[in-house]
């Protein structure tokens, strides 16, 4: 049993200790002459310590992540539409590929179905690509669009069939996909995986069995619900390359990813965000961004083996009409601070209750949270789209239509700077560095 004397000696071992911080934390500023990386990483360094003299396990938040240099996802994607009724079954494999070495490989399998009143038609046959042609002309090389892994060779001189599509559509999607994943130290380890797993897609049955238990137990379990329903508008076409379009729409979503990694025991609950509540997450960080860019947002809140709240990761999306670029702005914050884990309980409630307004509340609440306290990183990717096969569907109120696809979507990291808490903005050259 702690005597009173201990207790006091403690307090003011605390005290001192505070006083400490404070004076490092005005000796930080007095060092910014000295350049960004030197600030960033005595603040840093200040907080780890403040985690483990309170006790706290906040200790690893305050640490740099690895960057995602590169993803790779081929889709296959097989579907049609009988009268007002839309069916289609996805299959995808994802590749991540971190600044750290390592690689996450996601498969995916999803159903779609929903309902649609259209009048018009949308068109999409033969070989396709479209994004930043450096971009484009490595995915040709590497196997065009072929989920398989095939390809078609010059698939990029092969821009050639007319793509068409006009007239407006009524429609409600719905979207169910279960997907597991896989974290791979290295190349050597990410050769042998794909290896295995082409092996599970073709061959006789018992094989393929036998290569499936080779690919051992996943790390991570993922389920992904998305709804959309609206009005649409719009007409397009493209005829050897070149391409003009122009659409409307009146559109409402709801999206959402649980996913459980049973190294870590920890568990990601994600939402899709309009808009505005992307533009109320991200304006505090003062980001600007100029083009044509459609603006999205996602939520992930991150719970430890116990189901207690660790982290929420905001993003901002922004993505060139073009096809070309994506820049995303992502705030981690640790919200096993009271004050955060209020304002995150709000932005849920808002959620659960289907109130817009509590929701955009708590999102300016948590961006101006951001400025201080949250660790920040901007990223922009170069990006490309390749697609292989038909996607066919005409309306006269009723439609019909048959879709078989391969689809290869790619981004490249371009640019990434970062702001841990408290800190200021630099940019990283570790994930610049490995490109290649």
């Known amino acids: 049993m702690r005597s009173a004397g201990d207790r006091g000696q403690a307090t003011i071992e605390h005290a001192a200790l505070v006083a400490l911080v404070a004076g490092l934390l005005v000796l930080v500023g007095s060092l910014a002459a000295w350049g960004p990386p030197l600030v960033n990483a005595v603040h840093s360094g200040i907080r780890r310590a403040l985690c483990v003299a309170g006790g706290d396990d906040c200790a690893a938040f305050h640490r740099q992540q690895p960057c995602l240099l590169a993803a790779d996802e081929r889709a296959h994607r097989v579907g049609g539409t009988v009268l007002a009724v839309r069916i289609q079954r996805d299959r995808s494999l994802l590749i991540e590929r971190r600044s750290d070495g390592t690689y996450e490989v996601t498969d995916t399998t999803g159903v779609e179905a929903g309902g649609r009143l259209k009048l018009g038609r949308r068109g999409a046959s033969g070989a396709r690509a479209s994004g930043d042609e450096g971009v484009v002309r490595e995915a040709q090389r590497s196997g065009g669009a072929d989920a398989r892994g095939g390809g078609r060779p010059g698939l990029v001189k092969r821009v050639l069939d007319p793509q068409a599509q006009a007239g407006a559509e009524l429609s409600v999607r719905v979207r169910a996909a279960k997907g597991v994943g896989w974290h791979l130290a290295d190349d050597v380890a990410l050769r042998r995986f794909l290896a295995t797993h082409a092996a599970t897609q073709t061959g006789p049955v018992l094989d393929r069995l036998r290569a499936r238990t080779r690919l051992g137990r996943p790390d991570v379990d993922r389920v992904a619900i998305d709804v959309e329903g609206g009005l649409h508008g719009s007409a397009s076409a493209s005829v050897r390359g070149a391409e003009a ?39 505090p960080l003062r980001v600007q961004y100029a083009g044509r860019y459609h603006a999205s947002g996602e939520a992930t809140l991150v719970t430890d083996r116990g189901g207690r709240p660790r982290e929420l990761r905001l993003t901002g999306i922004l993505e060139a009409g073009d096809g070309t670029r994506r820049r995303e702005v992502e705030t981690r914050l640790d919200v096993t601070r009271p ?41 922009e990717y170069r990006t490309a789209t390749l697609t292989d096969g038909t996607d066919e569907e005409l309306g006269l109120g009723f439609a019909l239509g048959y879709a078989n696809q391969h689809v290869r979507t790619l981004r490249q990291l371009a640019s990434v700077r970062t702001r841990p808490p408290g800190g200021v903005w630099e940019s990283r050259p570790d994930c610049l560095a490995p490109r290649g």
Do not use: Q
């Open 245 to 283: 379009a122009a659409g409307a729409s009146v559109l409402r979503g709801l999206g959402g990813t649980v996913a459980y990694d049973r190294r870590t025991g920890r568990a990601s609950v994600g939402l899709r965000l309009g808009a505005a509540i992307a533009a109320d997450l991200t304006a």
């Open 339 to 379: 004050a955060l884990r209020d304002a995150v309980g709000r932005m849920l409630g808002g959620a659960r209750g289907l109130d817009p307004g509590r929701i955009r509340d708590g999102a300016r609440e948590l961006g101006r949270w951001m400025v201080d306290d949250g660790w920040a990183e901007e990223r």
